[in-house]
C-alpha cells in the first residue's frame, strides 16, 4: 500500500508544461530523492506536495486521503528548505517551538519535545542563539528539528545540503538518512547531485522536462538505466557506435566496433548502426593479452589523468574516443604511458543499449 | 606622520559638518533662556521665564496638542498603507504598476506649496472644511512615500520561503503576516512610521493652506505669531519641539535601538 500517491500531477506556467501527468507510489518509511537537473520540475512536484503551488491536474493523496486541495498550513507537512529558511527573529528555542505553538501544545510539553528534537539533530544547548549565530550546518540542523518536531506525514527535503560545504554535505547527509530511519518518516529529497542520491535513497526517481524517466533503487538506476537520459544523467557514459554484423534468432547479434567483432545480447538486423553506453570504470585495459581479454582491440592511450583511487585513461581507437577508469590497485598507472598500446575489453552485459533512434 | 594629516583633515571635516547641523538648534536653546524682552545670542543672562509665560498663551499648548494628534493619526495611517502598498509593489506584478509607484512617489518630487495649493483647491471642491481629519488626510499622501521608501528597502532580499516555512509549520495568512512577515521587516516599518511623525510634527508649508482660526498646527502657530512679534517665546515653544522630538526618539532608542531601526540589517 502507498502511503503519498501523487496521480497524473500536472502543473503549467505560462502555458508550458512542467510537470507532465506525474505519478509516483511512495510508501510509509521510504526515503525517496527527485533526481534531475536544474528545469526538470522536481521542486515544482515538491512545492505541490507542499501545497505551495497549486496543481493544475491530477491529484495527490497521503494515507489514502487527498491533500491537493488543502492549503499548505493545513497539509501537516514537515519541510526542509535549501536556504534553511529559520525565522531571523526567534531563537533556535522558539523556531523549532513554532510549530507546535501554534498546534496549541501545552508549554510543559512544547518544553520537552523541543529539546528531545535538538537532542536528536546534536543541538541541546544552543536553544538561546540566533539563527545568525549559527554555521549553515547547525542551521539546517535546526530546520530540520524544526520539520519533525510536529510529527508531520510526510518529510519534505529541498536540495537541503546544497549550500553546505562539501565535507559536512556528507557528514550531513548521513545524519539526514540516521534520523530519517530513526524517525520513520515518509521521506522525499529532492536533489540534482545523483552522487546524493544514490547514497541516501531507497529509490530514485529520476526526472526530465516534467516526467519521471525511471523510478527505482539507486543500485537499478545506475546499473540498468531505462532511459538513454538516465544513462547519460546518472554517472558518465561513453557513447560507442557499431555495425550489426550478424543477427541471431535467440535475440543476440554479432556486433563491429573498434574494428573487432563481438557478440552482444540485443535485438536488431543485420546491417543496422546500433548505440551504446558503457560506464567508463567498466572499461578495462591491459598491457598484454590475456584469456580474461580474449575479444580485446587495441587501443592507444592518448592522455593518463591521475585521480586519486584511480587513474583516468583517454583512449583512441578506430577513430572513436573511449574513457577508462581504472583502479590504481587493478593496475599500475606506471605501468602505462601516453603513446603506449593497450588491449582494452569488457564484459558484454555491460554494453548498455540505446534506446534512442538516430 | 604622513597618515596624520589626512586624518586631522578628515576630523576637522567631520567636526565643520556637526557644527554647521547642529549650532542653529544650539542657537535656539540658549535664546531661550535670555532675560532680554527681543531674541538675541549670545543670551543676557539666563531664565526660565519665556517658558512659564507660555501659561499664559494656551493657544501653543492647544496648537502642541493637535500637532501630535495630527502626527499621531497620520504616522499609523500612513504606515499601514505604506506597508501593505509596499508588500503589493516588492511582492505582486500588477497592470500599471510602475504608474501608480511614481504617483504614490510625486509628492516628495512637487514642492510643498504646490501641494498645498493643490489640496486647499481640491477641498474646498470636495467641501472639506478645515479640520484635523483634512490635516490627517493632506500629511498622508506626503509621507506615504517616506514610508515606503523605507518599508520596500526592508522588503529586498527577504526571503519568502521564511513564509513558506511558517505555512508548512501551520501558519494561517494572517498568522504569517503578523508574526513572521511584520518581525523582520519591523525595523523598516518603524523607521517608516517615525518619519511620518516627524514629516506631519514639521509640516508648516501645507498645513499654512488648510488650517482655519481654530485648527492651527505648532509651526503654523509659531510662523505666524513671529509676524507680529519678535519675542523670546518664540524660541521657547521651538525648543519644548525640539526636546519633544529628541524625547521621542530617545525612547525610541531605548526600546528599538535607533541603531537597528535605521539599518537594513535585522
Known sequence: MSYLSLENVVKTFNKTEVVKKLSLEIHKGELVSFLGPSGCGKTTTLNMIAGFLEVDGGKIEVDGKPVHLLPPNKREMGMVFQNYALFPHMTVYENVAYGLKLRKVAKSEIKIRVQEALEMVRLSGYEKRYPKELSGGQQQRVSLARALVIKPKVLLLDEPLSNLDAKLRQEMREEIVDIQKKVGITTIFVTHDQEEALAISDRIAVMYEGRIEQVDTPAAIYNYPKTDFVSQFIGEV??????????????????????????????SVKDSEVHFFIRPEKVQISLGKSNESKEAFLSKVERKMFLGAKTRYI????????????????????????????YTFWNPEDLLPSRMVR | MKKKLPKLLFNS??????????????????????????????????????????????????????????????????????????????????????????????????????????????????????????????????????????????????????????????????????????????????????????????????????????????????????????????????????????????????????????????
Not at chain 2, 538675541?40 to 509665560?53: A, D, I, M
Not at chain 2, 484635523?132 to 526592508?154: E, Y
Not at chain 2, 513572521?180 to 523607521?191: F, H, N, Q, R
Not at chain 2, 510662523?223 to 517665546?233: E, F, K, L, R
Open chain 1, 238 to 267: 561513453n557513447h560507442i557506435q557499431g555495425k550489426v554484423l550478424e543477427a541471431y534468432s535467440d535475440k543476440r547479434c554479432k556486433m563491429h566496433f573498434f574494428g573487432n567483432e563481438q557478440i552482444v545480447a540485443i535485438q
Open chain 2, 13 to 266: 571635516v567631520c567636526l565643520l559638518v556637526y557644527t554647521f547641523l547642529l549650532a542653529p538648534i544650539v542657537v535656539v536653546l540658549l535664546s531661550s533662556l535670555t532675560t532680554t524682552e527681543y531674541i538675541v545670542f549670545p543670551p543676557k543672562g539666563l531664565t526660565l521665564r519665556w517658558y512659564t509665560e507660555l501659561v499664559d498663551h494656551p493657544e501653543f499648548m492647544q496648537s502642541f496638542t493637535l500637532s501630535i494628534l495630527v502626527a499621531f493619526g497620520t504616522a499609523f495611517i500612513a504606515t499601514a498603507i505604506g506597508t501593505l502598498a509596499s508588500l503589493a509593489v516588492v511582492r505582486r506584478e500588477f497592470r500599471g504598476k510602475t504608474a501608480i509607484v511614481q504617483l504614490v512617489g510625486s509628492p516628495l518630487l512637487i514642492p510643498s506649496v504646490v501641494f498645498g495649493v493643490a489640496l486647499l483647491q481640491f477641498y474646498s471642491w470636495i467641501g472639506l472644511a478645515a479640520s484635523p481629519l483634512a490635516l490627517v488626510l493632506g500629511h498622508i499622501i506626503l509621507t506615504v512615500p517616506f514610508v515606503m521608501r523605507l518599508v520596500v528597502a526592508s522588503l529586498v532580499g527577504f526571503d519568502r520561503s521564511i513564509e513558506q516555512a511558517a505555512m508548512n509549520l501551520g501558519a494561517g495568512s494572517w498568522k504569517v503576516f503578523f508574526q513572521i512577515t511584520l518581525p523582520i521587516i519591523k525595523s523598516g516599518v518603524i523607521a517608516g512610521a517615525i518619519f511620518a511623525f516627524i514629516t506631519s510634527f514639521d509640516d508648516l508649508t501645507v498645513a499654512l493652506f488648510i488650517v482655519s482660526t481654530d485648527v492651527v498646527t505648532l509651526p503654523v502657530r509659531i510662523y505666524t505669531y513671529m509676524q507680529y512679534q519678535y519675542d523670546p517665546i518664540i524660541t521657547s515653544v521651538s525648543s519644548i519641539m525640539i526636546l519633544f522630538t529628541v524625547a521621542l526618539m530617545l525612547v525610541i532608542e531605548r526600546v528599538l535601538g535607533v541603531g537597528k531601526v535605521f539599518s537594513s540589517k535585522n
Open chain 1, 315 to 342: 583512449l583512441r581507437a578506430n577513430d572513436q574516443h573511449l574513457v577508462a577508469d581504472i583502479s590504481n590497485t587493478v593496475l599500475n598507472p606506471n605501468q602505462i604511458q601516453e603513446g603506449n598500446n593497450v
